[in-house]
């Protein structure tokens, strides 16, 4: 029924649950950043393209590319159905894994949207899981996302539980359970709302288009911001254990209907989730994520795309994250170091980040207006300050406060006046924490 698998591929370190449960890295133990892209549409898009769409990711600082197992070739070939699967197709989805693979990046693969589990018995999404695992069981550059906006899914009546778990059950099988996977959540929803986390190996959400205050759902009158959403993923267990999260697909740059997003809007969701208790952070752009040879609406063609200004802030985090080395390991989200000055408007919310043994801390403000914080919780008795703008990558030197006393409090201003936008990381930290960041 099914065609056979490809040939050998470019190894890389597969990647697996950290052992604290919080983060992802590599078989060596060495974290892994998670800056993603959703190229979902990349059948779409001819080689070349695909080509420079990878070559300027990497280069950038992007480690994960998503697509999706659905569109027609740029040729005007489908993928097929899952029981007559058209090998062309497959073969330019082979051809996308290795090449991703030579420049470093692994790919999040959904196996279609979830129509695909509408339209298909439990039994075939089973022999359709393990058909693709088997096929992909030795590249090692992959994460299963299983399928589009399946997780937690508000339509519960056309995908039940037990066909999303045939699915999972089949891909395990497949690739011999080598490899992570998660459920890709339904739009303003989360995996960790359903029995999709219990086997899922992490957790993620889809924020997506919406600005999130008045659109992700709660049990109470009240909703969720974006980190509430990653918050609430931190605190849940899974037989006593919690698992790691995301958010797996934000707030698109230039994407049509959905045109105001400014690269401020795309860069705070990604800080105030990570340091909400998020591993990495997730990027979409109109014009790529569709796979547009030419340009529509406020979404730019696919090469325009790439160019974005939030994309390149993205690079910029990957860039800020990557300089903590194994220090990211050690984050954890901590609010109470901010005593004065917090908001809940998006505009001016701070999100704060420590290490679990209070040698380091990470402030991310959405403006420049002050703020108190409560150094008594930093084990350092002689704590420096360095400034890191995620709007050009650059360092600025801070203050150093020699003596802190039980509940000292300090008011903390970041650099300039303009307000909103104006975002600012202010890291905290002993002689050795700082150094490493003045040398870059």
């Keep these: 029924m099914f065609l056979g698998a490809k040939a050998q591929v470019t190894k890389m370190q597969k990647l697996k649950v950290s052992s604290n449960n919080r983060f992802l890295v590599k078989e060596d133990g060495s974290p892994f950043v998670w800056i993603g892209e959703t190229n979902w549409f990349f059948a779409k898009l001819p080689p070349s393209t695909i080509d420079n ?5 990497s280069k950038q600082g992007f480690t994960i590319m998503f697509v999706s197992c659905r569109e027609k070739l740029y040729n005007g070939e489908g993928p097929g159905n899952i029981n007559q699967p058209n090998e062309a197709w ?41 058909w693709v695992g088997e096929r992909y069981k030795d590249n090692n550059n992959i994460v299963w996302l299983t399928l589009g906006e399946a997780g937690s899914h508000a339509r519960k009546s056309t995908i039940p539980d037990e066909k999303i778990k045939a699915l999972v059950d089949g891909i395990r099988e497949g690739d011999t359970g080598n490899k992570l996977l998660t459920i890709h ?4 929803r989360g995996t960790s709302l359903s029995n999709h986390g219990n086997i899922s190996d992490f957790n993620n959400w889809q924020t997506s288009q919406w600005c999130c205050m008045n659109d992700l759902p709660r049990k109470d009158e009240r909703k969720w911001t974006v980190w509430e959403a990653i918050q ?8 006593g254990k919690p698992k ?41 752009a109109g014009g790529l994520w569709d796979g547009l040879n030419e340009s529509e609406g406020c979404s730019g063609n696919a090469l325009e795309a790439i160019q974005y200004e939030g994309a390149r802030d993205m690079g910029f985090l990957s860039s800020f994250l990557h300089g903590l080395g194994n220090e990211i390991l050690k984050l954890r989200p901590n609010q109470s170091l901010v005593v004065e000055g917090n908001s809940n408007a998006y505009d001016s919310h701070i999100q704060s980040a420590m290490a679990n043994d209070a040698s380091f801390a990470l402030i991310y403000s959405a403006s420049d207006a002050a703020y108190t914080v409560d150094l008594s919780l930093l084990q350092p008795k002689k704590i420096q300050t360095i400034w890191y703008n995620p709007r ?7 203050e150093s406060i020699r003596s802190v006393k039980k ?6 201003n970041p650099p300039s006046n303009k307000g909103a936008g104006n975002d600012w990381v202010l890291i905290l930290g002993d002689k050795k924490i700082i150094d490493n960041f003045q040398a870059k």
Aim: a neutral charge; charged letters at 30%; glycine letters at 8%.
């Design 90 to 130: 497959w073969a330019y989805l082979d051809e996308y894994i290795e090449k991703c693979a030579k420049k470093n990046l692994y790919v999040g693969v959904n196996l279609g949207w979830w129509g695909v589990a509408k339209k298909n018995s439990a039994s075939d999404l089973y022999d359709y899981g393990k």
């Design 407 to 412: 509940t000292a409090l300090f008011e903390i």
């Design 185 to 188: 959540a339904d739009y303003k």
């Design 53 to 57: 769409i990878i070559d300027v990711r």
């Design 392 to 398: 050009d990558d650059s360092y600025k030197k801070g």
């Design 244 to 284: 790691p999260t995301l958010d797996s697909e934000a707030w698109y740059e230039n994407n049509k209907a959905f045109c105001d997003a400014t690269a401020f809007n795309i860069r705070r969701r990604a800080y105030f989730t990570i340091f909400a208790g998020a591993f990495g952070h997730t990027y979409g």
């Design 232 to 239: 609430y993923d931190y605190n849940k267990r899974y037989e």
